[in-house]
């Protein structure tokens, strides 16, 4: 029988075909149990075979939870069975794309997933339902066309994103995507690159002002700046370290603002360099690198790395391919031409309106595809390839936005490009607004999901699409984005509305919820980061884009941002606004609430049984968790007020409200001062283990055991900022913390 | 030429009768009774945003089953991951766990009898494109093993719409 090993031998890099072949060589060491589930976990998670949702062989189907019955109790890692489908992520260095390789992702998703490709927040394509014993195939496959999966996911550097105008935009210092491509090959497997605790992001931007490359929640960033020296123009990168998004989200700190050319690559290995050294290594929550220069302080994180540059080995990769990156430049498959008087099809113009960008080069535009939800279907995908050969050539991007942009679209095939566009269904307008909803997997295929991000987008996208021809124009460019959970993967820290998934117990059934995040700001490169403001029943969440949307069209100053607008309105009234639809009617009257969009199964009942309605009984608990609420949101409004002091205060007493609440539902008559309370919990919740979330582990009591072991000397927005992002992280911790001693009491 | 990976595909008798998004209450029904022979259900995913893509799709270990919308003809598709012995094993398995899809759609009592699929003609879909390509000396190796299956009255066309496309077989002629 053929082989694709076989006949791709001739095609593929013989490193890659190395790699491939060791990786195929541990799953039938695994298969033959000579290789632990743990190591194997990472040397797959290394190559991007990523767990997908159920694979612990359980799934709750609405009634009960099911046992998945596989035909081998083999694992691919610690409580994840071979058989049981994963997801296989594909890194795609700063989204460029051509259409040899758009065919080859195609056919693989049609052969070996379930013929659809997803483009993730970080340019990604992502393959759901995967067979783990098909992936050594999917990665030769993608091999033989330049594509690899390896560090696509794991403790390593992971896809190297950019900006998806670059070497076209207007604004630009200069193209990236030279850096950019000698980044991601020179990092792919370097030996200092292989000791992280966690993983590492780099991005990489053209210029400071628009969203670009995101550089502020990555752990490496770099904005192309240049320099007059000598009368001579000289190329360098304002480089940024230590931002992140995640639970509670860092903003980048300028490591050096200007940073040569020929400087880059080396200092990316020094910082890999430290962070493996220094980075923590145990404690997985805090292994991100923005821990590691929180701690240091960037001052002395960069004498750290400026040291250890000194001792690196010159490696001539460092500099070979800038002689070419300066000539770097596309070459266009037709001749430049502008959109004259030809006739437009139906749909064209507002399509034009949000889906075209004019490159710098005149008579050449950027035409943006929606995916809804980041998906198209493999034929999509085939259909768009050729569309690709005809209209733009080899330059086609994905972005973080979860689109494909086709680049060097001569300005007069507009009409013929929309045409074929709409013929395979991808002509929709809306790139870039307020109906091109980000969404991560949520509960649809993530471990982690809390809540249907898809399931909520696609109720967004259809509901605003609907009106989008009503909405005022500045409501028109605002940007939702929704995590299934706190961490962040839909990137909501950075929207206008962001939204992250969480579970409310009511009574004794569960109800899925979003808690609302504000003032985020996408520009200026991700630059700030909103807060939470409520949280509110996930069926509830359009009426909370409506209402705030409404207001902001109603009461805004002349041109006044989103962002003024919240701050002028404040918090307090936009949570005032919202407060009614926080109320859940009981499931005997709207059992609607009970479940979560897009799924019919009723949201997580487990094992309890049917109990009292919510609203009947509110127990101390349920008192006193309302009331670190109360406080977290306190806090909120003097963190906004400038009084940071304050902030850190409030945030501290309501973690510490919070923690209280769940000691006493086991000791009652537990005392209220600080040290005895955390004492206390720490006893009974932290060491035993028995609150903290599967995946999250205690990390969120961490929160309140640091403040409380180490104040802060000085009250700065960035400390207090992640302070109230923490309390409000475990506070809502606490409340899972008392549906599982309400679950064991009911046991 | 083998069959290791295979779809059928079923055409709905009346493709206006088919409201995509029913289907998402009925395959987590199926899950719920584990009704479908000698599958291990696992999931039901939503992609009935996709323009002409796989609808509603209900994964299980040993193959997918959807409410496929593919050139705008709503269908079922089951799409076996692995074989099941022979060529002609894996075949007909995969064409018994459509059928049985097929019937239990048909059954379904809250689509009222409206959904029904055609029986007289189907798609084969080889979805493996080393062991079986998409070219006419496939198509020619493959028929003895359909005739052994649809029988010999049965007409064969190679349907696949373009050359980067899996082998695509027209089954007609037939009573399944």
Redesign the interface.
């Given at each position: 029988?053929?082989?694709?090993e076989e006949?791709l031998s001739e095609r593929l890099d013989p490193q890659l075909a190395a790699e491939i072949d060791k990786f195929e060589t541990e799953i039938a060491l695994r298969k033959q149990g000579k290789l632990d589930e743990k190591v194997f976990a990472e040397t797959r998670l290394r190559r991007g075979c990523y767990g997908q949702?159920?694979d612990n062989g359980h799934?709750h189907?609405?009634?009960r939870s099911?046992e998945?019955?596989?035909?081998t109790d083999l694992t691919k890692g610690p409580d994840t069975l071979w058989?049981?489908?994963g997801m296989q992520r594909i890194k795609i260095p700063f989204g460029g794309l051509n259409p040899d390789q758009m065919?080859v992702l195609a056919?693989l998703a049609?052969?070996y997933a379930?013929?659809?490709l997803h483009v993730t927040t970080r340019q990604d394509f992502q393959y759901?339902?995967v067979?783990i014993d098909d992936t050594p195939s999917i990665m030769r496959r993608l091999g033989a066309v330049g594509i690899t999966t390896r560090e696509a996911c794991g403790n390593s550097i992971r896809n190297v994103t950019a900006c998806p105008l670059a070497g076209v935009c207007n604004t630009e210092a200069f193209d990236v995507i030279p850096y950019a491509r000698a980044m991601a090959k020179f990092m792919l497997g370097h030996p200092d690159a292989q000791n992280f605790g966690r993983k590492f992001k780099i991005a990489f931007s053209g210029c400071r002002q628009e969203a670009c490359g995101l550089v502020n929640m990555h752990d490496m960033g770099a904005i192309a700046v240049t320099r007059v020296e000598n009368g001579k123009v000289r190329r360098g990168f304002e480089v940024y370290v230590g931002g992140g998004l995640g639970a509670v989200p860092h903003d980048a700190k300028l490591f050096d603002a200007f940073v040569p050319e020929e400087e880059l690559l080396p200092l990316a290995q020094a910082i890999s360099r430290v962070f493996g050294r220094l980075g923590e290594k145990k404690q997985r929550d805090r292994a991100r690198i923005k821990f590691l220069i929180a701690k240091l302080g960037v001052e002395e994180f960069k004498r750290l790395v400026t040291e250890e540059r000194q001792t690196l080995q010159p490696d001539p990769r460092w500099t070979e391919y800038l002689e070419g990156a300066g000539k770097y430049a596309e070459k266009p498959l037709k001749s430049p031409t502008f959109l004259n008087g030809q006739k437009r099809p139906e749909g064209f113009d507002a399509w034009y309106s949000t889906n075209v960008y004019r490159q710098k080069q005149a008579g050449y535009v950027v035409a943006s595809i929606t995916l809804?939800?980041g998906?198209?279907?493999s034929?999509?995908m085939?259909e768009l390839a050729g569309i690709a050969r005809r209209f733009s050539g080899d330059s086609v991007r994905t972005t973080v936005e979860q689109n494909i942009v086709l680049r060097w679209v001569s300005e007069t095939d507009l009409p013929d490009l929309y045409r074929e566009l709409r013929r395979?269904?991808?002509g929709a307008p809306g790139a870039g607004t307020i109906v091109d909803v980000t969404a991560c997997p949520g509960t649809?295929?993530c471990k982690l999901g809390i809540s249907s991000s898809r399931?909520l987008a696609?109720e967004l996208?259809t509901q605003l699409a609907a009106k989008s021809f009503n909405l005022d124009d500045a409501v028109k460019n605002l940007r939702i984005k929704i995590s299934g959970c706190f961490n962040s993967c839909g990137q909501h820290h950075i929207a206008d509305l962001g939204f992250y998934g969480m579970s409310i117990n009511v009574g004794n059934r569960k109800v899925p919820h979003f808690q609302v995040v504000l003032g985020g700001k996408w520009r200026d490169n991700a630059g700030a980061y909103g807060l939470p403001l409520v949280r509110v029943p996930s069926k509830r969440i359009p009426v909370v884009i409506d209402r705030i949307t409404d207001r902001y069209v109603r009461e805004r100053k002349d041109s006044e941002s989103f962002q003024d607008f919240l701050k002028r309105v404040g918090k307090k009234d936009l949570r005032a606004m919202l407060e009614d639809l926080t109320k859940i009617p009981p499931y005997e009257v709207d059992p609607s609430f009970y479940s979560d969009w897009?799924?019919?199964?009723e949201y997580t009942i487990g094992d309890m049984g049917v109990g009292e309605c919510a609203g009947e009984v509110v127990s101390p608990a349920q008192f006193a968790l309302a009331g670190a609420d109360t406080l977290v949101f306190d806090a909120q409004l003097h963190l906004d007020s400038g009084e940071y002091d304050l902030a850190d205060q409030l945030a501290y007493k309501a973690m510490l409200q919070a923690a209280l609440s769940l000691v006493r539902a086991e000791s009652p008559e537990a005392r209220d001062d600080a040290d005895s309370t955390i004492q206390e919990f720490r006893t009974r919740f932290f060491d035993t283990n028995i609150w903290g979330d599967r995946y999250a582990g205690n990390k969120f009591a961490q929160y309140l055991f640091l403040r409380h072991a180490s104040p802060p000397t000085t009250h700065t927005n960035d400390q207090a900022h992640r302070l109230v992002e923490e309390a409000q992280l475990f506070v809502d911790a606490v409340y899972r913390g008392h549906e599982i001693l309400a679950e064991r009491g009911a046991r | 030429m083998e069959f290791s990976r295979l779809g059928i595909k079923l055409f709905a008798i009346d493709s206006s009768a088919v409201r995509v998004k029913d289907f998402v209450q009925i395959f987590h029904s199926w899950i719920q009774k584990q009704c479908v022979d000698n599958h291990q259900l696992i999931d039901v995913h939503d992609y009935s945003h996709i323009h002409h893509g796989p609808g509603i799709l209900l994964v299980a270990h040993e193959g997918n089953f959807s409410i496929d919308m593919a050139e705008g003809k709503p269908g079922l598709a089951y799409f076996r991951k692995k074989p099941a012995g022979t060529s002609e094993e894996t075949l007909r398995a995969s064409l018994k766990a459509a059928l049985h899809a097929a019937s239990l759609i048909e059954a379904e009592p809250s689509l009222e009898g409206r959904v029904r699929f055609l029986k007289d003609k189907l798609v084969v879909i080889s979805n493996d494109r080393l062991l079986a390509p998409n070219n006419a000396t496939a198509f020619e190796e493959v028929k003895p093993t359909l005739a052994k299956v649809f029988g010999t009255k049965a007409d064969f066309t190679h349907a696949s719409a373009g050359t980067k496309d899996r082998l695509t077989i027209l089954v007609s002629g037939i009573e399944v």
């Open positions: 029988m053929p082989t694709w006949k949702r159920y799934r189907d609405g009634i099911q998945l019955r596989y035909t058989d049981a489908p065919d056919d049609e052969e379930d013929g659809v759901h339902f067979h809804p939800l998906d198209l279907s034929w999509q085939r395979v269904g991808l649809d295929t399931g696609g996208r897009g799924d019919p199964r | -």
